[in-house]
């Protein structure tokens, strides 16, 4: 059976949304899938044992909308018997595709194997991958959830959240039984930097694509991502059929222009200058354009798209709504912070957003956004320079992967 990997048939540079976890929900992904398209979109990463014997709440980590298409299942780990597991759930569930998490330096993954740590573990690494291309191929030719004894239990909520995504959305409820891509996020090394040798070993294995964060493990999000090094192994990689992706500070899209023009990638993945900014990608096409032109892109020519307050407000009622539509009400925790993020740079959003991170509900969202579009629209512009930044947990932020 022969792959047919969307990745190619994307149009470059691909601008796409990073994985973060405890940030890029069903929800969130489903709001830029609708409003900003970006060209690929994947989820938070999911443990692999989790998936086969874990509580049944990590199935909430693949929960997703037609909207996010094409969506690609991230998963992380340390042993290749249960990636080869996951793949069957990843293909089961209609993913686009699957992507292997080998950059997240949080020290309750890196410690067990995990992430950026088999880095130091290249066989290991490798094992992971081709047991990952194997469980996609073993699943497209036929063999099931059943066929693996997974837990019967397990398996039905595998196919009511199929059953659900059809019903509310729209979505098939059975899935062509396809050869899907196989492709990893890492970082440039462990301690030091290793990518060329790192790329090399990786490529052996023919991913459809490599993601690349310009940081090593030990540096976390501290310091400047290296660019350079990410130029480096793009020159390494253009040799085969694999796709580079960039990633790490890109804080607009005018600096995601910039990063592609000067170190060749195909593309980059942009991670938390999209907090409660769906808006970021509006513009993805004209940056292919002024690429395609030979135009050196500025903040002029590729300016951030400035929502008004109305549509700032009117987008933190959207999310809430669509939060509540594929979750439920009893999760709106999770929902504070981004309704913290969308809320800011008007004068007023500081009550507006004091209220709605408190809130427990969609009736009190609804009421609070409510309150303030009826209100009078202000005569003064004003920045809050002042805000206090809304916090995500610190562990979410060190399993982000992402910048």
């Not at 994307?10 to 890029?24: F, H, R, S």
């Not at 890196?110 to 290249?122: D, Q």
């Not at 999310?319 to 912070?337: F, N, S």
């Amino acid at each position: 059976m022969k792959q047919t990997s969307f990745w190619n048939n994307l149009t470059q540079p691909i601008i796409g949304l990073a994985p973060m976890d405890g940030v890029t929900d069903a929800p969130c992904r489903t709001m830029h899938g609708i409003h900003g398209r970006p060209d690929v979109i994947l989820t938070e990463f999911t443990n692999v044992e989790g998936l086969w014997r874990g509580s049944d709440r990590i199935f909430r980590d693949f929960l997703y909308t037609p909207a996010e298409r094409p969506v690609v299942a991230q998963i992380f780990g340390c042993r290749p018997e249960y990636f080869y597991k996951a793949a069957h759930v990843v293909c089961e569930l209609g993913f686009d595709g699957l992507d292997i998490n080998m950059g997240c330096p949080a020290s309750a993954v890196a410690n067990k194997g995990g992430g950026a740590a088999l880095i130091r573990l290249p066989e290991t690494a490798k094992a992971i991958v081709r047991a990952c291309q194997q469980g996609v191929h073993d699943w497209a030719n036929g063999q099931t959830l059943e066929d693996l004894e997974m837990d019967p239990h397990r398996i039905r909520q595998i196919q009511q959240m199929n059953e659900d995504r059809a019903r509310i959305w729209g979505d098939p409820i059975r899935y062509e039984r396809r050869l899907i891509p196989v492709s990893v996020k890492t970082r440039l090394g462990y301690d030091s930097i290793v990518v060329k040798d790192w790329m090399q070993e990786l490529l052996e294995l023919e991913p459809a694509v490599i993601s690349l964060h310009g940081r090593t493990l030990v540096q976390h999000y501290k310091g400047e991502a290296n660019w350079d090094a990410i130029a480096e192994a793009a020159e390494v990689v253009h040799k085969t059929d694999t796709l580079i992706l960039g990633n790490g500070d890109i804080h607009s899209l005018y600096q995601a222009a910039e990063r592609i023009r000067t170190t060749g990638v195909n593309g980059v993945l942009i991670g938390r200058a999209t907090f409660g900014n769906p808006w970021l990608f509006k513009n993805k096409e004209l940056l292919r354009q002024i690429l395609r032109d030979g135009i050196i892109p500025t903040p002029e020519n590729l300016p951030d798209v400035e929502p008004t307050r109305e549509e700032r407000l009117l987008m933190a009622l959207e999310h809430a709504r669509t939060h509540a539509k594929i979750k439920g009400q009893d999760h709106y925790v999770e929902l504070r912070k981004h309704m913290g993020w969308y809320l800011g740079h008007f004068v007023g959003a500081k009550r507006i957003r004091n209220e709605l991170v408190r809130m427990n509900s969609l009736s009190e969202v609804e009421e609070i956004i409510q309150r303030a579009l009826d209100e009078p629209e202000p005569t003064r512009y004003e920045v809050e320079d002042n805000m206090p930044a809304i916090e995500v947990h610190d562990s979410s932020l060190d399993l982000s992967c992402s910048a």
